[in-house]
Structures are given as structure tokens and as C-alpha cells.
């Protein structure tokens, strides 16, 4: 008995549309997934509506041997907001490290200074990031600064004049591991201002863990 052709071109048109929505879904889940920049947080380096891949792949390698994702020191890399609730704010944020687990912060006359055990006096990280660092404000005191939790990294946004980033610094907290989406590995969009980031990002100062 032979196949109805008209059933077999049904048939055909569902796996090829299973498969698309499986490939997309593995896609976006373990190798990379793509963002829209929304707001100021992150000028100059990037602006509303530029859009940006992430590489989901690194994180994917590491839960695969059973370890969290841990990012550079100075890489960009996307998280889902610890402060999402449905309907009231942005679900992922995009900001650049800055410090992780045992590692104190300070802001110091609005430049940020990171101490640990290889760097007691500490250091500026800002300097290795970026060319336009702007200027840092916190509620965080000079005196007490914060020490980073097991388990957990600082985050600023690039564009800390006044309150245009909500970060690490002033109301965000400091980010899970697990909540790390992944690092900007390119921009695509607009298409005048192509850039990859793959080796952005510093192990000039090491974490307090190594």
C-alpha cells in the first residue's frame, strides 16, 4: 500500500518544523543566544538597540565537567537581573566584571579599587578594561567598601556617571555564578560598528582563588 503523497508532504513539513524549533532550542541553550541592548548602562561601549551574541558554549563546557561558569576579570558578559520580577524589569543585564568571591571593593573619590591577598594595597581595574571608564558613584562608604560572597561576583556597568548603571555598586548586588548567562563574544548590529570580544577581559590580576 503506498503513502498518500499530500500525507507525506504533511508529514514532511512537521519534522522539518520539529526540527528547526529543536535545533533553535538547542542552539540558544548551549551554544550561543543573542540580546538586544536596551538603555545607557553600558556607553560607550555599547549603545539601545545594538544587538550582541553571547557565547553560551563556555558555560555549557563547564557545567558539563560539573563546574560553575566563572568569567574573566573585565570581560562583558550577560546575567539574568537577581531583581526580576515579571512585568517590572529587564529579565537579563549586560555589565562587565569587576571583581569576584573573597575580593573587597571600594570606591575611592568615584574610581573603583579591588584588594585581595596578591594586591593588599589594591588596584584599579578600570584601567586594563577600558579608555573611558567614566566616573564611578556608590553608596558603598571608602571606609567599609564590600567584600564579594562565596559563590559570587561584582559587576559595574562602563557608563558610571550619575545613576545611568544600576550595578554591583549601588542597588543591583553582587551577581550567582549560576545566573550567568554568558560573555559578549560579538556585536552584530549595527552593521557600521561590527566588533568581537572574544579576548576581552584581563588575568592580569588574578582572583583571590588562584
Known amino acids: ?3 498518500h503523497p ?9 519534522i522539518f518544523i520539529v526540527a528547526v524549533f529543536l535545533g533553535t532550542f538547542i542552539v540558544n541553550t548551549y551554544l550561543f543566544k543573542t540580546f538586544n541592548v536596551v538603555g545607557p548602562s553600558m556607553e560607550n561601549t555599547f549603545y539601545t538597540n545594538d544587538r550582541v551574541i553571547v557565547n553560551r558554549l563556555a558555560v555549557s563546557l563547564a557545567h558539563v565537567q ?3 561558569y566563572i568569567p574573566r576579570r573585565g570581560e562583558i558578559i550577560v546575567f539574568r537581573n537577581p531583581q526580576y520580577t515579571p512585568g517590572t524589569k529587564d529579565e537579563y543585564i549586560v555589565k562587565r566584571v569587576i571583581a569576584f568571591t573573597g575580593e573587597k571593593v571600594k570606591v575611592i ?3 573603583l579599587f579591588v584588594y585581595n591577598k596578591q594586591y593588599p ?4 581595574p ?6 573611558e571608564p567614566g566616573s564611578p558613584t556608590s553608596k558603598m562608604s571608602d571606609e567599609d567598601g564590600v567584600t564579594i560572597p562565596e559563590g559570587r561576583i561584582f559587576v559595574a556597568g562602563d557608563h558610571r556617571q550619575g545613576k545611568y548603571s544600576l550595578d554591583s555598586r549601588n542597588g543591583l548586588g553582587t551577581i550567582p555564578y549560576y545566573d550567568i548567562v554568558g560573555p559578549v563574544a560579538f ?3 549595527p552593521f557600521t560598528s561590527l566588533r568581537s570580544f572574544t579576548h576581552e577581559g584581563t588575568d592580569k590580576w588574578p582572583r583571590l582563588s588562584e
Do not use: C, P, W, Y
Open 1 to 3: 500500500m503506498q503513502r
Open 6 to 14: 499530500a500525507l507525506k508532504d504533511i508529514l514532511n513539513i512537521f
Open 66 to 68: 560539573n563546574k560553575e
Open 109 to 111: 573619590n568615584g574610581v
Open 121 to 124: 594595597d589594591g588596584f584599579t
Open 126 to 131: 578600570d584601567s586594563e578594561f577600558h579608555s
Open 187 to 189: 556585536r552584530i548590529f
